[in-house]
């Protein structure tokens, strides 16, 4: 069974800091890995996806990479500002098109 | 273009009662799917309709239930709510391939007192 664990659970940094948010799943067949963020009370946000054929993709200050091998996917923030503040999930799409989501990182930048 | 809507936005019942839940997908998109989120369970997956045809089912119960129209708009129905259903419920349209980005409504707020 498919298991997609988010850690840490909670972080905060100071704004200007370069962040690296972690997901890991245990089941390496997968069709891609999505990563949102949702402000409180609010629905999901795209930011990027990553096909289960490439390595990373790359959208303004954010940075994924996935590697199926390890079983692990990582978001990278470049330069964090408070309006990066939600949380963060993601989510993969395995075996019959449904997907599952992490756990959640709850990031805080402070001003 | 349009994102997909839902509605109501809120929505408060009473144990017992029964709820319908309305997504609207993003023009072109065939693919809806639920999703069910609370504090304690986090995002959980209901179902996914593509091409008013059920694709997948997530493990809820038999009183949830869906459906999808000849224009791709998806409902759901809870019957005999419990007050465990109390949750935001997400409904994501897609194009409908295993490797689409899935694009989120802003949810449904239903509370069940």
């Known amino acids: 069974k498919q298991e997609v664990t988010q850690i840490p659970a909670a972080l905060s940094v100071p704004e200007g800091e370069n962040l690296v948010l972690n997901c890991s799943f245990t089941?390496?067949?997968?069709?891609?890995l999505q990563w949102f963020r949702q402000d409180p009370g609010k629905g999901l946000t795209s930011l990027l996806l990553i096909q289960s054929s490439q390595r990373e993709q790359t959208s303004g200050r954010l940075n994924a990479s996935l590697d199926k091998s390890s079983g692990r996917s990582t978001l990278y923030i470049a330069a964090s500002q408070p309006g990066d503040s939600a949380t963060y999930l993601c989510a993969l799409t395995s075996g019959t098109y449904k997907y599952i989501f992490g756990t959640g990182t709850r990031l805080k930048v402070l001003a | 273009k349009a994102g997909v809507t839902q509605t109501p936005r809120y929505l408060i019942k009473t144990r017992g009662q029964q709820v319908t839940l309305s997504c609207s997908p993003i023009?072109?998109?065939?693919?809806v799917s639920w999703y069910q989120q609370t504090p304690g369970q986090g995002l959980q997956f209901l179902f996914e309709y593509f091409s008013e045809t059920q694709r997948n089912k997530g493990n809820f119960p038999g009183r949830f239930s869906g459906r999808q129209f000849s224009n791709s708009r998806s409902e759901m129905n809870v019957s005999t709510l419990e007050l465990g259903d109390s949750a935001l419920y997400l409904c994501a349209s897609a194009l409908g391939t295993s490797t689409d980005t899935q694009y989120f409504g802003p949810g449904t707020r239903l509370t069940v007192l």
């Open positions: 023009s072109g998109h065939r693919s």
């Open positions: 089941d390496s067949a997968i069709y891609n």
